[in-house]
Structure formats: C-alpha cells, structure tokens
C-alpha cells in the first residue's frame, strides 16, 4: 500500500495497537497481556495478522528509531504471532475502515477488520 | 452496617446512570462513525501522498454519529414476544441506539431521510424497536452531558424521551448478519457522493436507513 511501509498499518495514523489484559492464544501461540502493535501483511487473497512487540510512536518523529509511526520501517524481527486471515466478503460496503470482536463467548472469538466489502478475521482464545 | 447499605444502594444508583467499570473505565466507551461528503481527490505533485489511493481528500463535509458502544458480555440483546426490546430500553420510551449519553448525528450538509430534509445541524438519534419493525427517529432533543434529573431541556439517553420533537422518522431494513458484532456499531454504508445508509450493527442484528445528500 506505500513503497515505505512494508506492512499495512491496518488503520491511519499511530500504529493499530492491541491492548489485553488476560493472555491469548492466536494460532497456537501466547500473546502475554499487553499492550502490542497489530499489522497485516497485505497479498492478494492472503492475509497475515502479524502481532508485534515494537512499540507505537504517539506522533510522528522521524528519529525515533525505538518506536514505529503506523508501518513505517517496521520489520519482522519483534513479531510474537503471524497468522493466516480468513477473508470474506460482506453483503454491504463499510465506509469507515472498522475492527470488531465478532462471535465472541466466554473462552475467545474472533478478530475481524472490515473496509470495503472486505472482512479478515482471526480465532483467538482466552488463556495460554 | 447502614452506611455499608447506604454506599451499596449509591454505588448501584451511580451504575444506572453512569457506568462506571474498573479503572473509572466506562463499561460501554465512546465511539464515532464519520463519512465525508462533496469533496475531491487532489494528487499533491510529486511521489503523492502518504494515503491509500495517494492524494488527499479535500474539501469534504461531515456527516458524523457520537454514541456509547455496549457490549454484548454474552446476553440475549432483545428477547422476543412481550419482552421484545424490554432488556435494550432499561424502561424508557424509546431506545438510545447507544449507551449512556444520547446518540447523536451531526452532518455539515443538508440530507434527506424518507423524503424529509434534514437541516444541517446536530440532533438525537433513537431506535423505535418493535419485533422485525425498527424506526429510525431523528429529534430535535438535546442530548445532557451527564444524567440531571433536574434537566428538563435536554435527555439523558432515551430516558423521558417525547416524539414532539422529532424531526421525520424512516423505517429501517432489517438484516442477519453472518457474524456476531460484540460492540455495537454504527457505520456508514453503501457510500457514493449522492449519499448512503446509515447502519447499526449489534449482535447478529443490522438495521440500516437509506439517506441522500442534498446538493
């Protein structure tokens, strides 16, 4: 989506960020509780939730080389879980870029982003 | 013991009004969903910009809903029969189509709902919900910052909610959704330049209203 962002920052501005406070497991793996950025990596038909470690600048500074702004220079390295997003399509066109929990109960649900006709979603649970 | 009862009977008292959850957290946060009208897409010169499509929107109007995003937590959202959209209205007229503090729509450009023009302006937005029979309300009410019984010039929510205020009402189509909405939503859908539906997504459940915007 920008030749200088290699992953989709899956929002506008300031990294989309994932804030929990029970741990989850997505695609086998532990997300601690925390506070994490949440990109996808964009191909066509195939889209990967990647959760990352690296840390959201709150306004753009360029100097900043501990922090990301949205996907820029984002790299693989502080990954925690990548996983496979299932795509659908939607009987309406979503004007304002969404994320929902959908098909939520008391151990996990799902984490969905909608724009367009398009909705991806992942299975979590709650607990490790 | 009294003062413990007291303070329980004040904490309850404190929760119908306004929810408050750890933290001072709101159990239902506050949410807005926007679209942009009449504007352009410019290409700065150059490499573009940093936005998908890569040029800016500009000159744009908004149109935009405030409201409070419950939760599902699990529960049956609007019951059935006699008890249809009881749980939903906690009691008042009509429902807020939110939490807490009235919904509102604010637009920058006059709409026309069910054949009615709707001035630009801020109003209330409430839900007339009748089993498979949801009317959209646009009023004239004020919404209040914080629940006073002592307001009578502005509503909190939905509660003594009267219809001598509204500004035009509209069916809304009815829609299953292939997924649950934990949080409920409102959204703009189906948007061209000439207008769209306003939408709101809970449960299972999406209700939409079409509108145009008035040139």
Redesign the interface.
């Known amino acids: 989506m920008n030749p200088d962002a290699p992953v989709w920052r899956a929002g506008a501005n300031v990294s989309t960020q994932l804030k929990t406070e029970v741990p989850l497991t997505i695609n086998g793996k532990t997300v601690a509780p925390g506070t994490y950025t949440v990109f996808i990596d964009l191909k066509p038909s195939a889209w990967t939730l990647i959760v990352s470690r690296w840390p959201a600048q709150t306004d753009y500074d360029p100097s900043n080389k501990a922090a990301l702004w949205g996907a820029y220079e984002y790299t693989p390295d502080k990954d925690i879980v990548r996983t496979q997003m299932m795509l659908a399509t939607l009987p309406f066109s979503v004007d304002q870029l969404a994320w929902e929990f959908t098909d939520m109960t008391e151990t996990g649900g799902r984490l969905s982003i909608m724009w367009d006709k398009t909705m991806a979603s992942v299975p979590f649970k709650i607990g490790s | 013991m009294t003062r413990i009862l007291f303070a329980t009977c004040a904490a309850v008292l404190a929760m119908t009004v306004f929810v408050v959850g750890q933290e001072n957290r709101p159990l239902s946060p506050n949410g807005t969903?926007?679209?942009q009208v009449m504007g352009k897409y410019v290409k700065p010169e150059g490499r573009g910009a940093?936005a998908?499509g890569g040029a800016n929107y500009q000159g744009g109007k908004w149109i935009e809903i405030t409201y409070g995003r419950p939760l599902?937590r699990?529960r049956d959202l609007w019951g059935s029969g006699a008890n249809y959209g009881k749980d939903a209205l906690v009691g008042t007229p009509i429902w807020r189509a939110g939490a807490n503090v009235s919904t509102r729509l604010k637009t920058e450009v006059p709409l026309v709902i069910n054949g009615k023009t709707l001035a630009p302006g801020e109003y209330s937005l409430f839900i007339d919900l009748k089993e498979n029979n949801w009317t959209f309300v646009v009023s004239n009410w004020a919404a209040a910052p914080r629940y006073d019984p002592n307001n009578k010039e502005a509503l909190w929510g939905s509660y003594f909610y009267t219809p001598d205020k509204d500004v035009l009402r509209a069916p809304m189509k009815l829609?299953t959704l292939?997924?649950?909405?934990?949080?409920l939503?409102w959204?703009?859908?189906?948007?061209s330049d000439s207008g769209?539906?306003m939408?709101i997504s809970w449960g299972t459940q999406m209700a939409?209203v079409p509108f145009k915007v008035q040139m």
């Open positions: 969903a926007a679209a940093p998908l599902k699990g829609e292939p997924h649950s909405i934990e949080q939503t959204g703009f859908v189906d948007m769209g539906a939408a939409s």
